[in-house]
Each structure stands twice: as C-alpha cells, then as structure tokens.
C-alpha cells in the first residue's frame, strides 16, 4: 500500500537550518509530482512547495522563497525539504503529499513537527 | 490571506445535511470565460480531517469521490464557488474541512481557511 513517511523535524533556533526527509513507497514515486504542506498550531493547513516527477520545477509559496528548496531523490524515493534561516513562523507541522494529475493530494505522509524557537 | 474563502464553522444535527462553500477571490485560481459568463474552476478539491491527524481526500475534480468516500459525501459547483455537502450527518463527520485549487499557471496550491464542523 502507499505510504508516505516524514521524518527529521524538532527544535531548531531562529535562523538555523533543518532538513526533513518523506520516504516513499507502495508506488512509483518516479512518476508522481510531490508537495509539502504544513500546518501552524491550531490554525490551517498552507501549501509550502511543489516539485514534478523529474525533479525539473519547483515551486514555492511566496514566505519562503530564497530560505527552503524542494527536492527529491527517485533512486531512493525520497523528497526533501531543506529549511534554512528558520524562523519562529515556520513552526508547524509539515506533510509530505502525493499529487494527481487532477491537482488533488491523495495520499499524505503522518507529518513531522518543526519547532523554530530560541 | 487565504486564496479561497470559507466558513469558519458550521453545524448540524446527525442525520441533517450541510454545506460547506468555498469561494474564489482571486483570478489566478480560475478562467472567467465571458463568452459563457462563467468560471473554469475544475481542479477543486476538499480533504477532511480530524484532529491531530493527517487530511484525507474526499473531493476531487469539484464531484469525484475516491474509492472508500461515503457517498454522502458530494461536491458541486456554481460560479466561483464550490461546495461541499455532507448529508445523513455523523458523529465522526466532526472535524475541519479544507477546499483547494490550483493556480492557473499550475505552479502552486491554494488552501481554503478551512471550516469547523460541529455534530451537535
């Protein structure tokens, strides 16, 4: 079955880096586009990033561009998040997501909590 | 400021029907056509999802259900406005819903505000 599993969250101070990691399996992760999604304590759900199948675009929400990149590894089905200068905002908890060709996120990782605090 | 509008909360009896709306503020996340006086507003998408748990698709494509979604739950759409309905309430249909839609350029997400449902 497919299974989306993130992992590499915790405490960071302000203006730090963090890395997190969302393994995938049960599916050809090589042909599907990923995102991230992350979520501030009691409040919404906000998209964070985009990246194709080959890893060719990216694509990000406007607070984070220039400090996270999306990536990924597809000989290890592995996306990637790397967060750097984090600030306490960025505190949340982020999905890992797989997207269809109808622009919808069918299956979602358990999420891993980032916490950016001095 | 989210992308596409929706109510903070809304609430039912079991076994009543709701609504959720979700509303397009902005131009990129669909096509006005003037020759039909109406929105190119397809790839919306509602997810459910309950607390401290991850969100799960329930809605795609504005009506289209995937495998295992109850078929009380529908989606439609009128102008720039999709929406949600839950019919024949439950009381594990308690729990916050998100509507989406694509930019269109394709490069981004939109997330609604999302809406508390409560079962009374």
Request: aromatic share 12%; proline share 3%; net charge neutral.
């Given at each position: 079955?497919?299974?989306?599993?993130?992992?590499?969250?915790?405490?960071?101070?302000?203006?730090?880096?963090?890395?997190?990691?969302?393994v995938a399996?049960?599916?050809?992760?090589?042909?599907?586009?990923?995102?991230w999604?992350?979520?501030?304590?009691?409040?919404?759900?906000?998209?964070?990033?985009?990246?194709?199948?080959?890893g060719r675009n990216e694509y990000y929400?406007?607070?984070v561009?220039?400090?996270?990149?999306?990536?990924?590894?597809?000989?290890?089905?592995?996306l990637y998040l790397q967060m750097d200068s984090l600030r306490a905002e960025d505190t949340a908890v982020y999905y890992c997501a797989r997207l269809?060709?109808?622009w919808s996120l069918d299956y979602w990782g358990q999420g891993t909590l980032v916490t950016v605090s001095s | 400021q989210s992308?596409?509008?929706?109510?903070?909360?809304?609430s039912g009896s079991p076994g009543q029907s709701i609504t959720i709306s979700c509303t397009g503020a902005s131009s990129d996340i669909y096509d006005y056509k003037a020759s039909s006086d109406s929105y190119d507003y397809n790839y919306v998408s509602w997810y459910q999802q309950h607390p401290g748990k991850a969100p799960?698709?329930?809605?795609?494509?504005?009506?289209?259900?995937?495998?295992?979604?109850?078929?009380?739950?529908?989606?439609?759409?009128?102008?720039?406005?999709?929406?949600?309905?839950?019919?024949?309430?439950?009381?594990?249909?308690?729990?916050?819903?998100?509507?989406?839609?694509?930019?269109?350029?394709?490069?981004?997400?939109?997330?609604?505000?999302g809406t508390k449902l409560t079962v009374l």
């Amino acid at each position: 079955q497919v299974q989306l599993v993130e992992s590499g969250g915790g405490v960071v101070q302000p203006g730090k880096s963090l890395r997190l990691s969302c393994v995938a399996s049960g599916f050809s992760f090589n042909i599907y586009a990923m995102h991230w999604v992350r979520q501030a304590p009691g409040k919404g759900l906000e998209w964070v990033a985009l990246i194709w199948y080959d890893g060719r675009n990216e694509y990000y929400v406007d607070s984070v561009k220039g400090r996270f990149t999306i990536s990924r590894d597809n000989s290890k089905n592995t996306l990637y998040l790397q967060m750097d200068s984090l600030r306490a905002e960025d505190t949340a908890v982020y999905y890992c997501a797989r997207l269809t060709t109808a622009w919808s996120l069918d299956y979602w990782g358990q999420g891993t909590l980032v916490t950016v605090s001095s | 400021q989210s992308a596409l509008t929706q109510p903070a909360s809304v609430s039912g009896s079991p076994g009543q029907s709701i609504t959720i709306s979700c509303t397009g503020a902005s131009s990129d996340i669909y096509d006005y056509k003037a020759s039909s006086d109406s929105y190119d507003y397809n790839y919306v998408s509602w997810y459910q999802q309950h607390p401290g748990k991850a969100p799960k698709l329930l809605i795609y494509e504005v009506n289209s259900r995937p495998s295992g979604v109850p078929d009380r739950f529908s989606g439609s759409k009128s102008g720039n406005t999709a929406s949600l309905t839950i019919s024949g309430l439950q009381a594990e249909d308690e729990a916050d819903y998100y509507c989406t839609s694509c930019t269109r350029s394709g490069s981004a997400l939109r997330f609604g505000g999302g809406t508390k449902l409560t079962v009374l």
